[in-house]
């Protein structure tokens, strides 16, 4: 279905002049729908930087396995193959404690801990191989493998935190799904009394358009942009909110001390998200909401 | 041309509105509709403009069966028909020119052809020095001449009339009828219901006489043949 830009613009303004009319109903709903998509928006913080947040944690997730004291190069490189060979691992390197050391001072900065450690030239580290999974779910039967091996000490991987934090994540999820469901639902039933009104209004304009023959899409129209305006309208607020208050978050958050982990999802990338999916959202309560007066109250 | 087959019209209260009409009404007619109050009347003129199906029988609008049409082509069968009103229908927030324009921009007629197309009707009408009033500034006579003005800007075969002179005085009755004979006479089909006897007697028509439901008679150039 092809519409003149001439007929569009007719419905825009319609739709403008149906928000214009009942300012007080109007105003009502676009601040349920501000309401919905606030808490929406926040949900859908929390829930992309846990997302965010597990990710980086898989991303880091690794089996350090510690070599017995005494093993001969030989046999670390042998060790180092038999690990190589297995299917479950996606990576797996060799650290001698020196560059252990090394690295652990770069993540912690050289702080007195680290100088204390290693003040007499000394190496408390052992000697370690790192293993990365292809799954993180392999990660402990993984790690069970390779305890088993000889040669190797002891083995260590954080045992379960990816686990609950992705579980957790999920459910989060669930719950906002359906809060905003709920919430979506009430507000596009304001938004379908609003449009409710403004069919009411015009009914003689409707009715005398049906008797000329206009079109049923052409009757339509302005309603569904009628919502739609209320959506994007409604949408505007809360989206700045959640984005100014994310910023002071991360800037609070990122500024203090830093657990490496921890790092929220970045401004950029998370406003796109957000912003989009709450507009989205918005229209979609709107349209929602003339689609129900529509189909109940308007009558062609 | 409009014909109908045994036509029925029941309503949801059980009313029987229209029971087993015959008739057949070809291009260029003009016909007079009349009979008691609750004959079934305007029931007959809402099955011409599909505001109303029929119980039972066959409505044939140009020989598009007004039933079986999917509701989206509604409209333009529509389109074909003109329809005007004892109460005028007109917008009180438009004025006269406004009114008829928003007849064509429901169809989405160009927006170019528009204006003198609008002119043009107004002038046919003798109002285009009024073009700019309200319908509260318009007389009763002069609010349904913009009311024909926007029936026939879309250039119906029909014209459709629900007693369009019942709420005027005899002197713009006759303007209006004028207006519709002349209308007549351009080759579009007129059909209106009407109580006025002075008119069907005078400016003589074929009379279609409804009572009970029932078409009792059918004369060209008939008379009124009621006592109201
Ligand atoms: N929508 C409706 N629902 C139920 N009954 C109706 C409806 N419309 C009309 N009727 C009934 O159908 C019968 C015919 O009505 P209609 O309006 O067709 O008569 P009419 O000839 O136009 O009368 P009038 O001269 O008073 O305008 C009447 O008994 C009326 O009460
Ligand atoms: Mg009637």
Redesign the pocket.
Known sequence: MVMKIETLIRHIKEAYRGIQRNVAMSFASISAVAVTLFVFGIFLIVAFNMRFISNELEKQVAITASIEEGTSEAQVQQLLQNIQADPMQKFAEYVPKEEGLKQMKEQWGDTDFIQDLSEDGSNPLPDVIRVQPKKSDDIEKLAQKIEKLPNIESVDYGEGVTERLLNFSGWVRNLVFLFGLILAVVASFLISNTIKLTIHNRQREIEVMRLVGASNWFIRWPFFFEGAFIGIVGSIFPILFCLLMYQAALSVLNDGATFGVFKLMPMLSLSLYVAGSTLLLGIIIGVLGSIISVRRFLKI | MIEMHDVWKV???G?E?LRGIDVRIDQGEFVYIV?P????????IKLMYREEKPTHGVVLINGVNVKRVRDWKIPHVRRKIGVVFQDYKLLPKMTAYENVAFAMEAVEAPKRRIKPRVEEVLELVGLLDRKNAYPSQLSGGEQQRVSIARAIVNNPTFIIAD?PTGNLDPENSWDIMYLLEEINKRGTTVVM?T?NKEIVNTLRQRVIA?EQGVIVRDELGGEYGYED
């Open positions: 309503y949801p209260n009313v509105a009979g109050s609750g004959a079934g009347k305007s029931s007959f007693e219901a109580h409804i």
